[in-house]
């Protein structure tokens, strides 16, 4: 088996360079050779990029763009070898050239050695002096390693972001901002956060939101109590939340020095991303300002995601601070300000449609990972940016933004079909059951279970902050654990491939754990993809893992985080969200009871040996636990018949009409009836798996022919098939 190509993990790059890949990724799939992506790319990436660092540094180098293009075309005649990275966006996927994973392997290193937190675009230009390949175009194109050095220290030293902004803002900056668009406050956190200079004792408060929750919104509002006071006791220094730091801690001793000049409260807008998550304590970054808090009186207000909860709890300093969680929005307050928003957004040009915005808000809040108001404001630009896109191309007199451009809009976002998902949404819930069954035999007490926590999960009665639904699906093998999984996924995402499937007896010793949620960073394999890295690249799916009994203890307390608040936080101190998720684990614990003679007191027994095998608190985060029964002869018939009925439709595409008899089904069934006992349907897919083979042999050799009625019997433990009519061009010829 061919080993699984590792996906470069974009979450390590600054915005700026993410999109320089991006654009990289998209330039090579236009180019006449798809196969790869090359320095030649990432070059051509940055001369378009112009808000990027890097096109700042080449053009401040004395680079001509136009010279380095023609001397990157002059070379785009070789062929690379290609590296086993692949680069991914969306459905878009190739792999590194080896010069171009060298240049992300020296881009980390040049990164480090900054200290910066994400690998910019800057890092990524040094980086392609150190490669051959790529720095004899750069020298030929007139650019100097060493006036490039020189630039990328001035930035780093500078404190700017990649798009030139400071990093640092003061209280003219953050009064610009609260005057820009009614924030979303409240109250009894601004009144918190106004007391912290007067409270001697408290050396900061700290907000735990969600992402997209208005955290920032209370330090906006916290500003406009200031410029209200005609004497305002303290002033406010910040980290900007939209800067990307080149140096983190040339930034925060930047920060610490005017904010102890000034008198001022230190905002700290994304604390989390200086923690280091391990047990030996904090990095550099944070122990900067726990000198400046214990010795010189800084007081601080950090904003942090409630992964960090724990981690700030344990130590001395952080701990001492008064923690406030900020909520999510709720959706009316949401509409109302997104009212305000569009009114800063579009002119007459762009107008909407009645009741869209409320629809933004409602699909942003169920298909978009983050919280309300952030996930629909992220939508609302989304959908203002593809109408104006339309009246470009239109030349229209006026765009009105409508239900299925927003739609059309999230289905980019998502990949998913939600046209067809969202359309009758009520309707096809009410009919769940029905529709899974025309795809899935029987166990229609599972079916009916599952449909019901699906459809409360599709009501205010669902946590938000916890999966769509967390299901352990108990019985014997081959009873349709498997297919039922893929039921659900077409059901709930259009498509059965919105799945994916983890065999836990890989994990099943104590080390498997960095297997399942990756290494530390700075340890061997901390770069290496998960099996958890598809949820974060598609959050929208069912996730399943198979023979979760098999699965260590420790893996087992790493999944309670995912049961219960949505999300699993990597060894490097990534967070995967799981909240858009099915979460669905399959078990055989007590399956030798399940024989399907008294299934009252066999369900007891099994549920009795899975309390046996599984903590108390593992279980009680399992929504709902669904015993699957052994199959009836009927219900073997029925599968037999559905997996022949894909075998017939084959068929048919050859032009071959393939009969299967209601007794051909009986005669299999009551043959296989003590195999099937044993290993449920599993058995009588075999047999079709052989049957399909002799027909593509008989195709291959000529046997069987278009226009001709293939009959399948029974015959000598084995399905046959068997010529009955023959209406093919040379079967006619003997007529």
Known sequence: MAAKQEVLNLERFSGAARNLLRDALIIASEAEHKSYVSFEHLLLAILQSTDANAYRLLVDAGCEPERLRATIRATAVRTPQVNGVLLTHGELSLPLSTDAARIIERSREAASKFSAAKIGSDHLLLAMFEVDESRIVL????????TIK??????????HTEKGDAAIIGLEELGTQAGQLEPIINVTIVDALWTLWTHRRLPGVLLFAESGAPAWDQILGLVRRLSSTKEPKFSLIAISPDAYLSNPILTIQAAIRRALDEKAILILPDIGQYVGQVEDGFTTAVSLVREAVQNSGLKIVGIAEPAYRSVLSKDRLFSRMRFTDVEATTIDQTIAYITRLIETLVDGRITFAEDTLKQIVELADQYLPRELPGCAIDLTYDVVAAAELVFDQQQTESVQIDGNLVLAVLERLTNLPLGKLIGTEKERLAQMEEIIHRRYVNQKDAVTALARSIRRSRTAFRDKRRPIGTFLFLGTTGTGKTELTKALAEFLFGSDEALVGIDMNEFAEPHTVSALLGSPVGYEGHSQSTPLDVVAQRPFMVVRFDEIEKAHDDVLLALLGLMENGYITTRSGRRINFRHTVVIMTSNVGSEYLRGEDPGSEKDQALAALKDRFRPEFLNRVDRTIVFSPFSSDDLQKVAGM????????????????????????????????????YGARPLRRVIDVLEEVIVDGIVAGIFKPGQTVEVRFMDNKLEPVIVSDTSEEGADHV
């Open 643 to 678: 997996f022949l009925a894909s075998t017939v439709k084959e068929a048919a595409e050859e032009g071959i009409n393939l009969v299967v008899a209601a007794t051909t089904l009986q005669q299999l069934v009551a043959n296989m009836a003590q195999e099937c006992k044993q």
């Open 150 to 159: 020189s630039l990328v220290l001035e930035i780093h030293q500078s404190g």
């Open 139 to 146: 020298v030929a194109a007139g650019v100097r390693v060493e």
